[in-house]
Structures are given as C-alpha cells and as structure tokens.
C-alpha cells in the first residue's frame, strides 16, 4: 500500500498546483467573465500565448537581464536588456501581420483513454485557397491541461503547407485522473522568422474526453448459472442455446440456417420462408458498487474489479442489467450483442466517493428491477453488517446474490494486474 499511498500523496500536490485554477468548463468560463479576467488576464494571455516556447525563455532571460540591469550606472547590462526587449516587441508586432485566415485547423481524439495510458490528437491544418500564396510555418499548441493532465511530448515539428496542401501533427498526452475531461481548443498560427512568436492563431473546436478506469482481469467469477423468463424476450439481443419459442415467419436470408426453412409457408407462397425464433430466457445481472469514499485507494481499486466484473460478465451470455454505485441506479443492458462495455466505464469514470453503503436504503431503489434480474453481484469492502443485510433483503425477494470483497490484498493484485479470482 505504501507505493499507492505515495501515488495519491502525488495528486494530492498536483491539486494544489492548479488550486487557483477552475476544474470544469463551466467554471472556467464563469471565471473567463469575471472582472479580473476581462481587465488583467487578456493582456497576460496576449504576451505568454503569443510566444512560442522559445520565446518564453527567452522573455525569462530578458527578464534577468532587466534584474541585474537595474543599476544603470555600475554595469552596462542594462544594454543587453532593451536590445533583447527591442527584438522580443518587435517580434510580436511582426507576429501580428502573419495572419492565416485561409487556414482550417480541426482535430481528431478518442472518445475513451484508460486512466493513466497515453493519448494521442491529431491536429490538422488545411490551407483552403490552392491560388493564393503559401501560408507561413504553422506552431501547433495544446490547451492547457487540468491538474492530473502532462503533455509527454516536447515542442512540436513546424508544419509547412503548400498553396492547398495538408499537414497533421500529434500530441500525446496522459491523464492520470478518472472522468469526462473538456479540454480547450487547439490553436495554430505562423510562426516569425526568428521563432520567437507566432501570430493570429486559428482554434479548432473544444475537445471531450472521458478517462476511464483500468479494467481488472477476473479470470473467474464463480456463480451459479441462472436463468429468469423475460416475457417477450429481451429485443435486439443475439440469440444462444436452444430455448426459443416461435415468434413468427420472415422470408429468407442468404445465411440463414436451411434447418428454419418452413415448407408450408414456402408452399404457399412461392418464396423460401424461414421461423423467427425468439430466445425467454436470459441471465440478467446486476452489479452494485460501494463507492464508500474514506480510502481513495480502497475505491478505485474497487471501480475497477467492478469494471472487469462487467467485461467478465458479458463475455459469456449473461447480460448486465443494472448498475448502483452509491445512491444511484443506473438502468443499461450490456451483453449479448447489447451496448458495450465502453458505456459500463464512462459511468465508472465519473464515480466519486460517497458515505458507505446502506442496505435499508439501497434495497428500495433497486427493488422494481429485481423481478427481471438472475442474480445480484456486490462489490463490497467487506462482509459487514450492511452487506449481509443487501445480501439477505436481496435473497428474499428471490434472487440470487454474491459478494465480491475487495481488501489491500486486492489493491496490490490490481496492481500488479494478476488475474482475479472468486
């Protein structure tokens, strides 16, 4: 638990770095129209978002060479200052005449990353008017990143368009923290001939990306197979086994079994017709996740084993029917050809620590699905009181149910990503 212990010491300093700045979209573009951004901040934004990287240390330098300048009559330093302060406001006066109007910039991302695994944008510019002359070297730059957010790359290649032509460029990044993340817009503008600073950028709509939890390994999720009758079957849902009634005939498609084939119906009408058949009978799980809050460690550690609880579940016939985190009940159906996993993970991504598990109170929320479901997976921090209170609540209204408990043995094998087992 140390090596963990230490990890979450780390995002604990990395908040406080970005303790000043807002964590949401929605709240940086309340702060965006606050007083002290619309007098001070647009002339800050102005001289650092015009650099370039090189122009950034070369404004710290310049700045130096300002300190140590300040006695203009022991040291000639002072003269080193206004040349280097000349070149930097003449640089960005230039920058100011490099406009690329004729310049679309757009870029592509994955809706999905793991929590900690890089990602890559892919930014690119196309230059729209093949007549017109060619564009200058383009800088392409990433917003900045929330608190758990780092750019793994260093200063991206210039990219230099032919009259018409196209030019991408790939930023990776890593998130280190779970959730939907709305990150600003990309920019490009052309960049001076000393590099010092870029001019007029071009801005690419906002980004969303959901970082989402690792995925546990669960090898094995010994359980009882049971079936429930679903009434009318479950629609859309990829057929297996053999416990199908009738639901009527269609006529034929190439790669149906021949074994459907009705010979009355094509008798009667002259064209092959096959039974539909549709299966009564599933296996609906629903998995219940304590969010309990007061060991951070202890709780991702569990939002994962709940999410490989899920990919093992959907990977045989089973179909996950129902999600609880906390206080809340989230109604999906995944499996059997049915939603995907990805949809299980953005739920997971945006769980956040509540009060532990309450039995008297979960059980009448989830109670108007237990009549469809098979069984009912708990992902517990232990055998307490209140889980078996869940377990026994749950039993009694005829359903199945299992208790998967994650304790410091578990963090270390979800980890070390071992295979689980229970």
Known sequence: MTGRSRATRRIDFARLNHILIPKTAEERERWRKGLVARTVFPVLTFVWGALTEEGRTFLVVTLLLGAFGADVHGATVYVLFAIAMGLLVGCLVAARR?????????????????????????????????????????????????WDGAWLDGTPRE?????????????????????????????????????????????????????????????????????????????????????????????????????????????????????????????????????????????????????????????????????????????????????????????????????????GELVPRLAPYLDRLSRVVIVARGRGREEQALSRQVEGRGVACTTVVVDESVVRAVRAKEPLAW
Do not use: N
């Not at 923290?177 to 906002?206: C, D, K, N, Y």
């Not at 994962?304 to 206080?327: F, K, N, S």
């Open 159 to 359: 990219l230099v368009l032919e009259p018409g032509g196209r030019g991408a460029v790939t930023l990776r990044a890593r998130f280190t923290a779970r959730g939907l993340h709305a990150l600003e817009e990309f920019g490009a503008g052309g960049v001076v001939p000393l590099g010092l600073s870029v001019g007029p950028r071009r801005w690419t709509p906002r980004v969303k990306v959901h970082v989402v939890p690792r995925v546990a390994h669960v090898a094995r999720l010994s359980m009882p197979v049971t079936m429930r009758h679903q009434p009318g079957g479950v629609a859309l849902a990829s057929k297996s086994g053999e416990a199908m009634d009738l639901h009527g005939v269609r006529p034929y498609r190439p790669g149906d079994p021949v074994r459907d084939l009705h010979a009355r119906s094509w008798a009667r009408t002259g064209q092959p017709v096959v039974r539909e058949y549709q299966q009564e009978y599933f296996t609906r799980v629903g998995v219940v996740l304590d969010a309990d809050g007061s060991d951070p460690d202890l709780l991702e550690a569990s939002i994962e084993v709940a999410a490989g609880i899920v990919a093992h579940l959907t990977r045989g016939e089973a179909l996950v029917d129902v999600l609880v985190v906390g206080d809340h009940v989230h109604e999906l159906t995944v499996g059997r050809s049915l939603g995907t996993l990805e949809q299980v993970l953005e739920l997971l991504a945006a769980v956040e620590g509540t009060a532990p598990l309450v039995a």
């Open 98 to 146: 490099l406009r690329i109007d004729d310049v679309d910039v757009s870029v592509v991302a994955p809706r999905h990353v793991t929590v900690g695994e890089p990602i890559s944008f892919e930014v690119t510019c196309v230059h729209r008017d093949p007549s017109a002359s060619a564009p200058p070297p383009l800088r392409v730059r990433g917003p900045f990143l929330t």
